[in-house]
Nanobody
Framework: EVQLVESGGGLVQPGGSLRLSCVTS????????MSWVRQAPGKGLECISV????????YYSDSVKGRFTVSRDNSKNTLYLQLNSLKPEDTAMYYC??????????????????????WGRGTQVTVSS
């Protein structure tokens, strides 16, 4: 059974930090690229980071570049996202997903996500004072 389970979200003040985790099972994690995708209230899905299977190449959207860091531990089948210098506009549901969604538009990502076993259910991050 394929599972992707995110954790680590919560309420944090502006300027604060969080570390998100995505524990996976049921597929060969070490051979696949992984993405972090978020959805802010009232907005579409946005791919904010991608990491290759070996972790040697990463992508960040302009909105998070320099503040967020993606990593993975293939021995633990786990994907991570370190969120620093958080801003209120980072408030969103954060999803991990199997594959590279760097070039996906919001509509195609939504079609990919709904009912898919290759996406987690998300973890909520709220940035507020």
């Amino acid at each position: 059974e394929v599972q992707l389970v995110e954790s680590g979200g919560g309420l944090v003040q502006p300027g604060g930090s969080l570390r998100l985790s995505c524990v996976t099972s049921g597929f060969p994690f070490k051979y696949v690229s992984m993405s972090w995708v978020r959805q802010a209230p009232g907005k579409g899905l946005e791919c904010i980071s991608v990491i290759t299977s070996d972790g040697n190449d990463t992508y960040y959207s302009d909105s998070v570049k320099g503040r967020f860091t993606v990593s993975r531990d293939n021995s633990k089948n786990t994907l991570y996202l370190q969120l620093n210098s958080l801003k209120p506009e980072d408030t969103a549901m954060y999803y991990c997903a199997k594959g590279n969604f760097r070039y996906g538009d919001a509509a195609s990502m939504e079609r990919s996500r709904v009912g898919s076993e290759w996406w987690g259910r998300g973890t909520q991050v709220t940035v507020s004072s």
